[in-house]
Every structure is written in structure tokens, then in C-alpha cells.
């Protein structure tokens, strides 16, 4: 008796916790910039700033489970992958890593905005910078994905760490059930190489 392989699926879970960074944060920054006074746009800014902080979480968090994924489904037998919404559409190596690129520039930038607005100092993770990095190589070297129709022709960054990759969907899983993506963070080091 031979099993059949029916494929994996291109998006494990994800859909329906990315929420959309770029946009929501431009229209915070717009509606804390429209203030001519400082003093309200810093209460703008302060009133916001948890709620940037966590659409920024998320986002990393979807990146994270993102490569985890990629590297579980490389370690199965040779699959379709199901549901690849970018096969056969055009690709366009710059709006692919926009966002991604629009996530490096505000780790860069939102620190300078705590100092401006709150007077506090803050840094992000050191491995942030590492993972978005890592996710825009992945995007590139994939070529956005619309060429990818089994799972063996997935590329993995070369500074990805695959060790127990074949664990990472039960990880993956786990964090769905919690419904919020940022909790992929706690896995980072996965796939982060130090």
C-alpha cells in the first residue's frame, strides 16, 4: 500500500493575524503629526506608541514563523505546496522587500521617536535587525514566491539555523491556538544564528 502526499500548505495559519504595519503606522504618525503643538503630538504619540510597538511585534513574529515554516516544510518529502497565492503572478524584486525594508527603517527611526516624544531611551533586540535581514534575503533568493510550486524549490537564508527544523510546525501550532503572531518571537533563536 503506497501513501499519497497531498501537499503542503503554503501559509500554515498565519492569514488571519497579519495585520497591516505599513498603513496602520503611517496614519498613527499622520494623526500624531497633525497636532502644530508638540505637547499633544507627544500625548498622541505616548497614546499610541504600545499599539505600534505591538503591530511591529506581530509582523516580526509573522516573519519568524514565516522562515520556521519554510524550513519544516523543507524537511518533507518532495510535496506541492497548496495554495501559493504569488505562483505565476509577476515579480517585482522592490514592492516584494518594501515592507520588509519599511520594517528596518522604523527600527532605525522609532527609537529617536521615544527620545523625541517620551524622553526615553530604548533599543530593540539585536536579533530584530538580524531576522529582518535574514527574511528579506529569503524573499529575495525565493524571487517573491512565484515560481514556487513544490516544497524543495524553497530556498533557506545561508544564515538560517535549521537544527530540529522537522519541530518547528508543532511550534508553529502551539502559537496559533494563542492567536497572536508576536508569540513566534520566543522562538527567534531558532533560527537566528548568534
Known amino acids: 500500500m503506497t ?16 495585520l497591516a504595519l505599513r498603513g496602520t503606522i503611517e496614519y498613527l504618525y499622520t494623526d500624531i503629526n497633525r497636532f502644530k503643538n508638540l505637547s499633544q503630538r507627544k500625548m498622541k504619540f505616548r497614546q499610541y506608541y504600545k499599539k505600534i510597538l505591538e503591530l511591529f511585534d506581530n509582523n516580526l513574529g509573522f516573519y519568524v514563523g ?14 506541492e505546496i497548496l495554495n501559493n497565492h504569488c505562483l505565476g503572478q509577476e515579480y517585482d524584486e ?55 510550486k513544490n516544497n524543495t524549490d524553497i530556498k ?17 501550532d502551539e502559537v ?12 527567534k533563536e531558532f533560527v537566528c544564528q548568534k
Not at 158 to 163: E, G, H, I, R
Not at 176 to 187: A, C, G, N, T
Open 3 to 18: 501513501t499519497t502526499l497531498k501537499g503542503l500548505e503554503f501559509d500554515p495559519g498565519f492569514a488571519p493575524y497579519i
Open 66 to 79: 514565516c522562515l520556521m515554516w519554510a524550513a519544516y516544510i523543507k524537511t518533507q518529502p518532495e510535496q
Open 94 to 148: 522592490e514592492s516584494n522587500v518594501s515592507d520588509t525594508e519599511f520594517m528596518i527603517k522604523f527600527l532605525e527611526l522609532f527609537p529617536k521617536d521615544m527620545k523625541y516624544f517620551l524622553g526615553e531611551n530604548f533599543e530593540f533586540d539585536s536579533d530584530y535587525l538580524k531576522i529582518l535581514e535574514m527574511y528579506k534575503e529569503f524573499l529575495i533568493i525565493n524571487k517573491g514566491f512565484v515560481e514556487t
Open 156 to 172: 533557506l537564508p545561508d544564515k538560517m539555523k535549521t537544527d530540529n527544523a522537522e519541530s518547528f510546525k508543532a511550534k508553529i
Open 176 to 187: 496559533l491556538k494563542e492567536e497572536d503572531l508576536s508569540k513566534l518571537l520566543k522562538f
